[in-house]
């Protein structure tokens, strides 16, 4: 039997019951229309009313698996609820605004072997990785790091005294 005889024949009952499996038409097309994916990427052979038995199977897990992922999902919200953040005002947006302009105009003072030192372990780069993308033994990273950190604070000074 060929595919769209077979989808022809199939399809709309395989629909039907995932709906009803379902209660949701979305789902049930995504469901149905996924068994037979999985027909023909596994190249699955047999007679109408074996391949019919498998369409139902697989569109039977497949429901199965997406009720599982949502239920875990909801159970992993429940446990870790995620809050949305606390709206900023305009005057702490303004402050803030401000607070990271002037750490990027410290930070454009410095060269650029600190500047990537410090940015980089911001990003959470390790002291080999910092080595080993600035060029330097790791050894000296950490003193380097302190002293970028040094001149970075002193850049900061300087343009709050301005």
Sequence with gaps: MNFDELFQQVYPGLHRYCARMTSDADVAEDAAQEAFVRLLDRRVQGDRAG????????????????????????RLLEENPV???????PGEALDRRERVGRIREALATLDDRDRTLLLLREEGFSYRE??????????????????ARERLAGALDQEAST
């Design 83 to 89: 809050l949305p953040a606390a709206l900023e005002g």
């Design 130 to 147: 910092l080595a080993e993308t600035v060029g330097v033994k790791a050894s000296s990273v950490g003193t380097l790091l302190a002293r």
């Design 51 to 74: 391949l019919r038995s498998w369409l139902y199977k697989v569109a039977t897990h497949v429901i199965r698996d997406r009720v599982r992922v949502r239920d875990n999902r909801s």
